[in-house]
């Protein structure tokens, strides 16, 4: 595909409305909600929502931390640029840029689905950087269930193959998202003004070509590093998790509490995948939980886990 620079416009100025802070990262313009005073929590979304899927939460954790939650980059208002690396690779890299731009070394990192993903690959390549974490219905160091793998293997093909990468520009990605979020997210949790910040930019044809070239870059299959990283991270961390969750079974929250050394494993009753909106008081109430733990002493440089 075309990697020509561009980006489109937000689809509904509701990042101005939430008080969001306008960065520069890589040379993306990059929307953060930025709130609190304190030690650093940053906030990673999931897929394909913005800062939003954490408006029920950051009010409360901001009350004694400084709270960062940024659209990231491609995501909601933040600039979708078609010349950058969107490998898993790329993303941990830029990730870690960014804390060190804001000055977060040391922050607790929480992370919901794709965010979750990359707060992991951050805790493992990046130690020094990470004081907690708290992993919150994510793939992680697996990959999605059956039908949701074969959706995103599909996604991907199309995005890498030459002849074909244009069919994605003509297929109405709104809708299908649209019908996602009332499959997974209880009706009466769908705010018209977030669900539209999370997917009105998928009916721009820049909007559309960014998604392409996102999932031309997106691994499906899982991340070795991450499965044999598991057992060397040597921070507090919490596995907070919706137990009916379809996409990201509750058998990851297993293996993540079984895996990685001294983590909790907090279950949502109830929960499905969109925790952070349908019950935001219990995930507060496990990041807290969480915050009272000691980070202790900063753990050595990172090893080449990938030879192991």
Not at 159 to 186: D, K, N, Q
């Amino acid at each position: 595909m075309n990697d020509s620079v561009g980006f489109s416009e937000p689809s509904r100025s509701v990042a101005a409305s939430t008080g969001c802070n306008t960065l520069q990262l890589d040379g993306v313009r990059l929307q953060a909600r930025l709130a609190g005073q304190g030690p650093p929590i940053l906030l990673l979304h999931g897929y394909p929502e913005s800062h939003l899927a954490w408006r029920h939460i950051i009010g409360e954790l901001s009350q004694e931390n400084r709270v960062v939650a940024p659209d990231w980059c491609g995501w909601g208002d933040s600039e979708r640029r078609l010349d950058l690396d969107h490998t898993f690779a790329g993303e941990v890299a830029r990730l870690a840029r960014l804390i060190k731009l804001l000055g977060l070394e040391r922050a607790t990192v929480v992370g919901h689905d794709y965010g979750g993903l990359l707060a992991l690959g951050l805790t493992i390549r990046h130690p020094d950087l990470v004081g907690r974490l708290a992993l919150l219905n994510t793939r992680a160091h697996r990959t999605f269930p059956h039908l949701f793998f074969l959706a995103t293997a599909l996604t991907c093909w199309l995005a890498r193959t030459p002849l074909l990468w244009h069919l994605i520009r003509v297929l109405p990605l709104r809708f299908f998202h649209e019908v996602g979020f009332r499959m997974f997210m209880g009706r009466q949790h769908l705010e018209p003004a977030a669900l539209d910040h999370y997917v009105g930019w998928l009916s721009t044809d820049v909007g559309k070509r960014w998604y392409a070239r996102f999932f031309a870059q997106y691994q499906v299959m899982p991340h070795e590093e991450l499965k044999k990283g598991l057992h060397h991270i040597c921070v507090p961390t919490a596995v907070i998790w919706g137990d009916r969750d379809a996409w990201a079974p509750p058998a990851v929250a297993r293996q993540l509490a079984q895996r990685i050394p001294g983590a909790e494993l907090t279950w949502i009753r109830g929960g499905r995948h969109f925790i952070l909106e349908e019950h935001p008081t219990d995930v507060v109430r496990g990041i807290k939980a969480l915050l009272r733990r000691d980070p202790g002493l900063a753990p050595p440089p990172m090893r080449d886990l990938t030879r192991t």
